[in-house]
Every structure is written in C-alpha cells, then in structure tokens.
C-alpha cells in the first residue's frame, strides 16, 4: 500500500521560467536513467525478493524514487512557466507547448517516450543489484551534466539534493550486494578452469590483468560524502 504526502522531499523553487531547460530536465523524468524508471524497476525487482531486510531496502528506495519524480516534475513544471508559446519556444521544447499545455511528460529529452524497456530484473539478487548501482552512477552523472549547465540558483539546490541521494541509494545497494556471497550467481565463483582464463589479445604490449585467483566482486563502505561532486 502507498499514501502520497503532499511534503516533497524537499522544497523546489527556480529563479524564473526556462523552457529549454525545462525540457533537458525531462530526462530525469522520462529517460532510460531517470526517477521513473529506477522507481519502477527496484519495486518489480523486489516482488520475488525473499530476504526480508533487503526487500524492504529495496521498496524504500523505490518508494523514495517516486518522491524524486516528484520533485523533478514540480521542476520542470515551474521551468516551463504558465504562457503556450510553441513559436518562441527553442528545438525540443516545443513538446510542451503543443502536445502537453506545459504539464510534464513521461519523456527524455529529446521526447521520446518513457517504455517498460528500460527496466532490469533477472530474479537473481546479486546481477539486480549490480544493475541498480549502475542505474545509481548513471543518474548521478545525469544529473552533474546537467548541473553544470544551470546557473539558476533554485534549480541547484534540486539537483545538489537528487544527486546526493542517488550517491546515499548507491551506497545501500552495495552493502546489500556485500551480504550476497556465496549465493546465487556468486556462489562457486571462479572455481572452473575456464573462469581462470584472462585473453591477452592486445598487442603489442604487456598483460596488465589476470585471472588467475578469480574472487567474487564486493564492495568496501565508502568514506562520508564531503558534499557534492559536480
């Protein structure tokens, strides 16, 4: 069961309207890395999740994705202003003024379409995992390009905050991912003589990595964030 509070996580306020960035603030919304799309996939990937603890974690983070959205739509909204002005409006933003009366769409940037393709799940905890911290770095990164292309001081802050807490839900996962050895995919990692191979097929020169003592991914916890790196 859900409930919706009115509270978004936390406030969003821009200095003034800005359609073009209105529509570069989409891909957060609708794109293959953006809120719907992590919010979606960890609350599938959780409905065959059989440890309690980690299920949880991932229906947290997945109910808290939805509140991203949220943010990111209120943002996108109060960039697009109040006025239908699709002959001033710049190349890929024009969506907005002719399809959607300004509401926020389930789009990327470019106005594609948000599609169920976007979504990883294998039923196997430790390859979902790995997954969600890929989608975690990958929003991230999102949302730095996109911070250093605003001078908007409001539009800032929304991102300083999404940004840090895709860094807080990347860290959750790979403590879940610490707790995976031994099971499923990972168990009897690198046991078979095929899985010690490593192909040297660069030449000339050296060979840099091995296989010869295979050990299966893990995560050391990160030091304390010291603020956003943009």
Same mark, same amino acid.
């Given at each position: &069961?859900?409930?919706h509070d009115k509270a978004l996580l936390q406030e969003v306020k821009v200095d003034g309207?800005? %359609?073009a960035y209105a529509a570069m603030m989409q891909e957060q919304l609708g794109g293959p890395?953006?809120?719907?799309?992590?919010?979606?996939?960890? &609350? /599938?990937?959780? &409905?065959? =999740?059989?440890?309690?603890?980690?299920?949880?974690?991932?229906? !947290?983070?997945? /109910?808290?994705?939805?509140?991203? &959205?949220?943010?990111?739509?209120?943002?996108?909204?109060?960039?697009?202003?109040?006025?239908?002005?699709?002959?001033?409006?710049? =190349?890929?933003?024009?969506?907005?003024? @002719?399809?959607?009366?300004?509401? %926020?769409?389930?789009?990327?940037? $470019?106005?594609?379409?948000?599609?169920?393709?976007?979504?990883?799940?294998?039923?196997?905890?430790?390859?979902? =995992?790995?997954?969600? =911290?890929?989608?975690?770095?990958?929003?991230?990164? @999102?949302?730095?390009?996109?911070?250093?292309?605003?001078? !908007? #001081?409001? @539009?800032?802050?929304?991102?300083?905050?999404?940004?840090?807490?895709?860094?807080?839900?990347?860290?959750?996962?790979?403590?879940? +991912?610490?707790?995976?050895? !031994?099971?499923?995919?990972?168990? !009897?990692?690198?046991?078979? #003589?095929? $899985?010690?191979?490593?192909?040297?097929? /660069?030449? %000339?020169?050296?060979?840099?990595?091995?296989?010869?003592?295979?050990?299966?991914? /893990? +995560?050391?916890?990160?030091?304390?964030?010291?603020? %956003?790196?943009?």
């Amino acid at each position: &069961m859900f409930k919706h509070d009115k509270a978004l996580l936390q406030e969003v306020k821009v200095d003034g309207p800005n %359609p073009a960035y209105a529509a570069m603030m989409q891909e957060q919304l609708g794109g293959p890395h953006g809120e719907l799309k992590a919010a979606l996939q960890y &609350m /599938s990937q959780s &409905m065959s =999740i059989k440890d309690p603890e980690i299920k949880d974690l991932f229906l !947290d983070i997945a /109910s808290e994705e939805l509140g991203h &959205m949220e943010m990111v739509a209120t943002t996108v909204n109060l960039l697009n202003g109040h006025t239908l002005d699709a002959n001033n409006a710049t =190349i890929g933003s024009i969506q907005a003024h @002719v399809s959607t009366g300004l509401t %926020p769409a389930l789009t990327s940037a $470019s106005g594609q379409y948000w599609t169920a393709a976007y979504i990883e799940e294998t039923g196997d905890l430790a390859a979902d =995992i790995l997954s969600n =911290i890929s989608a975690e770095q990958r929003a991230k990164v @999102v949302y730095q390009y996109l911070y250093r292309q605003i001078n !908007d #001081k409001g @539009v800032r802050e929304t991102i300083d905050f999404l940004l840090n807490r895709e860094e807080a839900h990347n860290t959750m996962f790979r403590e879940a +991912f610490n707790r995976l050895q !031994d099971t499923g995919s990972l168990k !009897d990692w690198g046991v078979t #003589k095929d $899985s010690k191979l490593y192909f040297n097929l /660069s030449t %000339p020169g050296g060979q840099f990595f091995n296989a010869n003592n295979p050990q299966p991914p /893990s +995560f050391n916890s990160p030091n304390a964030a010291g603020g %956003p790196k943009m």
